[in-house]
């Protein structure tokens, strides 16, 4: 009767997408930089809200570089 709305950006393709502007970001010289670690910091929200998933390389490239608080 009552349906829970899915959300779509932790499904196929829009966790695939937001993956992949992570691995541009994440590829800068300084992702430190306040405006690239805060476009970081968002998109690892909203897969973290919409029950995604990391990517494996995105997920060790976070890690190291200590920028998502979300993973």
Request: some cysteine; overall charge positive.
């Amino acid at each position: 009767m009552f349906w829970k709305k899915r959300n779509k950006y932790g499904e196929y393709p829009c966790n695939d997408y937001l993956n992949n502007a992570l691995r541009c970001l994440l590829k800068d010289d300084n992702p430190h930089r306040p405006v690239i670690a805060n476009a970081i910091a968002e998109i690892c929200y909203c897969i973290s809200k919409a029950d995604g998933h990391f990517a494996d390389d995105v997920a060790k490239r976070l890690a190291e570089t200590g920028l998502c608080p979300f993973v």
